[in-house]
């Protein structure tokens, strides 16, 4: 068991983490980034530029361990319905657990 620490950012946007966690395998390690990336990515922080959000696992010695990123992409509104034409379905969106 090592403790390792999960770095956020998100474009100029930093946040070190100092305390850390003591995990037992790469899967807890990955598992523990993904889900990390996955609730910053919904507390929507002021200042922090979602579009490339970042996670990056250090272990005590400081040496990089992994690294999860999460990419959003926002476009433009959607073309107005027109009469008589029907809007293409949207793709469901699907929630990680």
Do not use: H
């Amino acid at each position: 068991m090592q403790r390792y620490f999960f770095d956020l950012s998100a474009g100029a946007w930093q946040c070190r983490d100092d305390i850390g966690l003591i995990l037992c395998s790469q899967d807890e390690i990955r598992n523990e980034a993904t889900r990390t990336a996955i609730e910053f990515a919904g507390a929507g922080l002021p200042g922090a530029d979602l579009s490339d959000l970042k996670v990056r696992v250090r272990d005590r010695a400081g040496e990089p361990v992994m690294t999860v990123s999460l990419a959003l992409t926002v476009r433009g509104p959607e073309e107005p319905v027109r009469l008589g034409l029907a809007r293409p379905a949207r793709p469901r969106m699907v929630r990680a657990a």
